[in-house]
């Protein structure tokens, strides 16, 4: 099993830019949440998901969207992109209550 | 809500020397707490967990005390190897159930001295 898989791994963004950051698991979870973790910071949840279809939104869902049309996918979509969203982004999923992480997306907008 | 806070950001260790990293959180409905290890450029990774019926539990070489009465946990390390060095965080479940409900501590820097 190749777990959770995030694609990109890096990316520059311009003002104003829209980019999808890409999550897979190969691991038959229902649950899936985006994260971004900011320098110092704990980590904040942006978006979750329960199953294919449904969608919730987190601490800091402004700017940015999601979708779950398949159990395995569940990308985040930044629509005009701000300097305020430069992160890392992770994406996880969750069984029995342990969360299990991708290896992340660094985002810089500038 | 929850408030999740950790005492020191960065620990500094002798290899061999046991570890101890600690963290308080505020909600005494709190009942689910989680350690995890991030190293450098990858992914939070589970380590440990305790329910709150639980005062201590042991995996390999770690250790989760839960103290209830001043709301506050602690990882403890035995002989502490380099490939411990990680930021070390902790997450406190409030919600009853469910990721959604994490709160996350901003993480202590594990550095391991030769």
């Known amino acids: 099993n190749a777990g959770v898989t995030q694609t990109p791994k890096f990316r520059i963004l311009k003002i104003g830019q829209s980019m999808t950051l890409q999550c897979t698991q190969d691991m038959n979870h229902n649950y899936m949440y985006w994260y971004r973790q900011d320098p110092g910071m704990g980590l904040k949840l942006i978006y979750y998901?329960?199953?294919?279809?449904?969608?919730d939104k987190g601490e800091v869902p402004n700017g940015y969207n999601v979708s779950r049309s398949t159990t395995e996918d569940f990308p985040l979509r930044l629509e005009l992109a701000a300097p305020s969203q430069t992160s890392v982004y992770f994406c996880a999923s969750t069984f029995n209550e342990k969360l299990f992480f991708g290896s992340g997306t660094q985002l810089s907008v500038l | 809500g929850e408030s999740v806070g950790l005492h020191l950001p960065t620990l500094s260790v002798q290899e061999g020397d046991n570890s101890i990293i600690n963290c308080a959180y505020s909600?005494?409905?709190?009942?689910?707490f989680i350690w995890y290890k991030q190293e450098s450029g990858k992914g939070p990774q589970f380590i440990i967990d305790i329910r709150s019926n639980m005062d201590k539990r042991q995996g390999q070489r770690v250790t989760v005390l839960l103290n209830k009465t001043v709301k506050h946990l602690s990882l403890q390390i035995a002989a502490t190897q380099p490939g411990d060095s990680a930021v070390y965080f902790c997450?406190?479940?409030?919600?009853?159930?469910?990721?959604?409900?994490?709160?996350f501590g901003k993480g202590t820097h594990l550095i391991i001295q030769p």
């Open positions: 998901s329960v199953g294919a279809g449904i969608t």
């Open positions: 909600n005494s409905a709190s009942d689910y």
């Open positions: 997450a406190v479940d409030s919600s009853g159930g469910g990721a959604d409900g994490l709160t």
